[in-house]
């Protein structure tokens, strides 16, 4: 092949030949140049032949780079997955090819920094689909799921379906959960360390309680009551929450606090006893977590059905406080938490900062947290620029390492782009993704996957059967 033509000549061909046409190419090159009109399409430009009848090559300035340099101005350009094993989401609909997830092990591989996810898109957009496809298909890999608020019921028939358990919760059921079980002691943990991570959710979670109820942060005398409250009751066998209550409206003489100083905290937590929660938190558990479960979700719609936000958001932090004291062994393997209807926790900020301790705890715990909301504007809802509330819900956003972004609405688009950071084609496509088609942003990578499901899947995550 000669350098000069950039062709094949056959062997016999005599120098002169040679000669010949290497200086019949460079002319007519040269005539190329500015012979062919620029504004001709290519197919009516003149074809300039040479020797053995070859036509010459188009004469365009190339520009070459990188795959990593070009991915910055076209994220979906060829390519290649995630390079790593997981469960099989649907088709990477830029290059074609089968798109799998699995949260622990792009840990593992670096490719994410934390294994939480947030799931986000409006009613109708395929997210309780995209949700449910995810953890079912993760079953068989073995991981497990935990839902601990299920406020519409919707994962009833999909627990009972992969033979896991659903726990119903709600007024006049017979189910009654105790937040304050001390759960299984991991096998490492001493019995001293045992009693003080026992003791320390107890406090978390009945500061949680109060705070939530009462609207605002305890002052320094209130929080000194609870824990004289909380030792008090620890000395029982089997401690609940009407024993702590008990506690608070009747303090022992002597102690650092009086009766005055906590009446108002005890009213707050006694809702958890006499008031519209009754007979769900206020006694010992009837019912036994199974760890060895594929699944167990707690159906709250009995109180969901009400529309009774507050409610559900104590139910969530009893309910989480019960699974908490089951999953924070980490020979429990791996487990998906998943948080429906998530906008509702955002708007307490007592259970935000609760939430906020649990992503912080996901690697530790081996667990992913499923964060699912309609839009990323309820994360803007929760308070004012600058407030601890906006900055909490901010910081959970900030822990999710994988952002699975579905249809979103025109004017929350701006919103999206500024939490998220999306480049111009991300957010040009989120803005008119079909049903099932989600934007999986991970940190510097991105796919548009298109969801694919089997007629059984299609039946059982139905949701808009009752319209």
């Known amino acids: ?20 046409n290497r200086r019949a190419s ?29 036509r010459l090559p188009l004469l365009v ?17 060829a390519e290649g997955g995630l390079g790593a094993d997981g469960t099989y989401i649907g088709n990477d609909v830029f290059s074609g090819g089968s798109f799998v997830y699995d949260p622990w092990v792009l840990y593992q591989a670096r490719i994410i920094t934390n294994p939480n996810v947030l799931l986000a898109g409006v ?13 079912t298909r993760s079953i068989a890999l073995g991981h497990k799921a935990y839902v601990p608020c299920d406020p519409k019921g919707e994962w009833t028939p999909v627990a009972e379906a992969f033979g896991g358990s659903v726990i119903k919760l709600g007024p006049g059921l017979s189910t009654r959960l105790n937040p304050l079980d001390a759960g299984s002691r991991p096998g490492e943990v001493t019995d001293d360390d045992w009693s003080r991570i026992v003791r320390s959710r107890r406090r978390a979670l009945l500061g949680t309680l109060a705070e939530s109820t009462l609207g605002r942060p305890l002052t320094p005398v209130e929080h000194t009551a609870l ?4 030792d008090r009751a620890s000395q029982l066998p089997v401690p609940t929450i009407p024993d702590v209550v008990g506690a608070l409206f009747s303090p022992e003489s002597g102690k650092s606090t009086s009766e005055a100083d906590s009446r108002e905290l005890a009213h707050a937590v006694r809702r958890l006893v006499h008031g519209d929660l009754a007979g769900m938190f206020d006694g010992p558990s009837t019912t036994r977590f199974d760890p060895s479960l594929p699944m167990v979700t707690l159906d709250s719609s009995w109180i969901g059905a009400g529309g009774n936000d507050q409610a559900l958001r104590l139910t969530l932090a009893c309910a989480s406080s019960w699974l908490e004291a089951a999953v924070t062994d980490p ?9 429906d209807e998530g906008w509702r926790v955002m708007r307490d900020p007592a259970l935000l900062r609760r939430m906020q301790e649990q992503w912080k705890l996901s690697r530790a715990w081996g667990v992913s947290n499923v964060l699912i909301v309609h839009r990323l504007s309820d994360l803007a809802a929760v308070g004012d620029l600058g407030s601890e509330a906006r900055a909490l819900a901010e910081g959970l956003l900030a822990d ?5 972004m579905l249809r979103q609405e025109p004017d929350q688009l701006a919103r999206t782009a500024t ?5 111009d084609v991300e957010l040009s496509t989120i803005a008119k993704l079909p049903k099932g088609r989600a934007l999986w942003r991970l940190p510097s990578r991105s796919f548009v996957v298109q969801l694919v499901r089997h007629a059984r899947e299609v039946r059982l995550f139905d949701t808009d059967g009752r319209m």
């Not at 300035?61 to 350009?77: N, V």
């Open 331 to 339: 020979a429990g393997g791996k487990r998906f938490i998943v948080y």
């Open 400 to 404: 999710c390492s994988t952002r699975i």
């Open 1 to 20: 092949m000669t350098p000069s033509t950039g062709w094949f000549e056959p062997s016999e061909t005599d120098r002169r030949t040679r000669r010949a």
């Open 227 to 230: 824990d004289v409250a909380i």
């Open 26 to 54: 460079r002319s007519a090159q040269r005539r190329a140049s500015y012979v062919v009109p620029t504004e001709a399409p290519p197919e009516q430009a003149p074809a300039e032949t040479v020797g053995l009848r070859r």
């Open 123 to 135: 009613i109708g957009s395929g997210k309780s689909t995209t949700a449910k496809a995810l953890i």
């Open 419 to 423: 939490l998220l950071g999306l480049t």
């Open 61 to 77: 300035d190339d520009h070459r780079a990188t795959t990593r340099i070009l991915r910055i101005a076209y994220p979906f350009l």
